[in-house]
């Protein structure tokens, strides 16, 4: 496995203020207490982090969902899911490709208190596979940008960079837990039929402030199998 991360100062492509971010950002400026409740006392997020990590509150429940030993989230991007995972899960195994969302990450962590429950990993994800452990897989991998809503439908096989199905199957290979992040326009065919013949998967609908804005589906022993049985 990929040596643990060891953050340096980030680069100067974070951005901490309204002024030093591109316009098309500055709508999520607004956001910037939902996205994270410590903010203002010094979170760092680069520009794809503004747009992607996971609200808060948003997290904390996934977090609650996902209690256990050993959790990785497999695209940690600036911290926000990993660090509420350091609160319900005993470690927590951190893991992205880009070296300025780890710093931030690590860096965010520490405003929260928990960096000491999470090992981060700078590396590929698919490639650490064969080397990781786990009861629960948290995937939320890229989806593309913001652009990604202009899809009437958002195909998990051809639309996030890497084939959204053959990542699902390659995490099998660690546990059956999975929890997938994905955009309120997926098609929930393809996310169902992940589970497989015979097996089950719950999808939540994620609103805030009223407006459906995210999926989360569970598989494995992540599945409220009475919440499902009573809504068949």
Known sequence: MSSSFQSTTPEKRVHCSAETMPDFLKKYWTQRSILFTKYKEGILMDEEGWYSVTPEDVAIHIAERCRCDIIIDAFCGVGGNAIQFAFTCHQVIAIDIDETKLMCAKHNAMIYGVADRIEFILGDYLKLIPKLKADVVFLSPPWGGPNYLSAKTFDIKTMIPMDGEKLYRESLKITNNIAYYLP????????????????????????INGKLKTMVAYYGELVDMDFCENNA
């Open 184 to 207: 309120r326009n997926v098609n929930i065919q393809q996310i169902t039929n992940l589970a497989g013949r015979g097996n089950t998967c719950e999808i939540q609908e994620v609103y």
